[in-house]
């Protein structure tokens, strides 16, 4: 698992975070981001081109940098000033309400304490900001619902700790947000990992 962590699942992430549904989802909510933002698992960086003028910089934590390491090419092409820290969500570094918008695309998945990780975004966010996801997870389908608990187990282990039954909107919810904004549905793809969330939440 060494060899495949460090060198093989960097780049099959990086990869499928590039896939085109996936950038149309970005082009839509990533650039309603303002103000100071801070993005929760940058990744290989694929938002960093969806950044708009109405961003003054963004602060980035992951503390995976096998997978970050691939974003220091758009890191360095970006218009927007962008620091990338090494850190995890459940623990962020920043203190209360620190962030105009919070970002999170396909992160709460690998979180192991995403509850935890929701508190704190929900602690840096500004009363006033916002905080917008996009997240794949549990089918309200029972069939593919049902196939999600049966392979979760082993799909954590080839995808670097990814969840596929986690309900991201009723995780935000729950975690002290309000859903301006929310949608779901399936993504092109295998069903049991291709269920999206995404939305725009405010802090109650």
Not at 11 to 40: H, T
Not at 62 to 74: G, I, K, Y
Request: charged share 20%; proline share 6%.
């Amino acid at each position: 698992m060494g060899l495949y962590a460090r060198y093989v699942l960097p780049k099959l992430i990086d990869q499928a975070c590039g896939q085109k549904p996936m950038g149309r989802a970005r082009a839509e909510y990533v650039p309603r981001a303002s103000g100071r933002v801070l993005e929760i698992g940058i990744g290989s960086g694929h938002n960093i081109e969806h950044y708009g003028q109405g961003v003054s910089g963004v602060t980035a934590i992951d503390p995976a940098t096998e997978v970050t390491d691939l974003a220091q090419s758009r890191i360095k092409g970006s218009r927007i000033p962008i620091e990338l820290i090494s850190a995890s969500a459940e623990t962020i570094p920043f203190d209360t309400d620190t962030f105009d918008s919070v970002v999170s695309t396909w992160t709460l998945c690998s979180i192991p304490n995403v509850y935890q990780a929701l508190a704190e975004i929900r602690r840096v966010v500004k009363p006033g900001g916002q905080f917008i996801f996009l997240e794949h997870g549990l089918s309200p389908d029972r069939k593919i619902a049902g196939i999600q608990r049966a392979i979760e187990p082993i799909w954590k282990i080839i995808g670097g700790g990814c969840h596929l039954t986690r309900d991201a909107a009723n995780l935000v919810e729950d975690a002290g947000f309000r859903l301006r904004e929310s949608e779901s549905g399936y993504f092109p793809g295998p069903k049991f990992a291709a269920y999206m969330y995404r939305g725009i939440a405010v802090p109650r």
